[in-house]
């Protein structure tokens, strides 16, 4: 069984400030982890993965995470916030892959000039 | 990198009526695709997987009656929501993945956007 909990439905943040989104994670198995973006009405873009290399991931739009086993952790940060990153943010766990993925309940980040 | 298209990109339909929503993968063969619905400000719950020539995987809770899923072909799978009714309005959300090289991901497609009347 595998299930990912997002801490904070809403984060705000100021422009040019940083941004951290929390994600832990439960699974049986060594999980696979992402990160995707979701634009109103539209599908999810790919932030960034985890796929059992290294453990620091940089993805697009300046987004990075560490994966922690200890701390079954996979949060998400960007030094500097653009008003461009305003969005939904959804982390989410596999067992791999292509396989079945079980997603968090998303964070809704906000960005103030 | 990898594209996958749904189609239509929104659709409002009368209560009764059944509407097939299209999900193509535009240029990799996707061996496995699935299916998710998003009620507003909620997050993705899986309805199905599905593999290219077998009977789709519904997970509990959804009626294999009310949504039909096809995956015909490694680049087309149609989910066909039967007799709709209003509760079924709601974003329907396609991905596809493969098992070929190294692809280790799902690619979402741009969503379906149903609203039933």
């Known amino acids: 069984a595998q299930s990912v909990t997002q801490l904070g439905s809403h984060v705000s943040v100021s422009e040019g400030a940083l941004v951290l989104l929390r994600c832990n994670y439960s699974s049986s198995v060594p999980p696979y982890l992402f990160w995707y973006v979701q634009y109103p009405n539209q599908g999810l873009q790919l932030l960034l993965k985890y796929t059992s290399a290294a453990t620091l991931v940089k993805g697009i739009n300046g987004f990075e995470a560490e994966f922690k086993k200890s701390e079954t952790s996979f949060h998400l940060t960007k030094p500097s916030a653009h008003m461009s990153d305003a969005a939904e943010y959804f982390c989410?766990?596999?067992?791999?892959?292509?396989?079945?993925?079980?997603f968090g309940t998303g964070t809704q980040l906000k960005v103030e000039l | 990198g990898a594209v996958v298209s749904q189609h239509p990109s929104w659709v409002i339909c009368k209560s009764g009526t059944s509407v097939k929503i299209e999900c193509r993968s535009l240029?990799?063969?996707?061996?496995?695709m699935f299916w998710y619905r998003q009620f507003p400000k909620q997050s993705l719950m899986l309805m199905a997987t599905?593999?290219?020539?077998?009977?789709?995987?519904?997970e509990q809770g959804v009626e294999k009656d009310k949504f039909l899923i096809n995956h015909a072909s490694l680049t087309l799978s149609t989910l066909t929501v039967t007799s709709a009714h209003p509760e079924d309005s709601s974003f329907y959300i396609c991905s596809a993945s493969s098992l070929a090289g190294s692809m280790n991901e799902q690619f979402f497609g741009p969503g379906t956007r149903l609203t039933v009347l």
């Open positions: 240029d990799f063969q996707a061996t496995t």
């Open positions: 599905s593999n290219e020539g077998s009977k789709a995987t519904y």
């Open positions: 989410a766990v596999s067992t791999g892959g292509g396989n079945k993925l079980t």
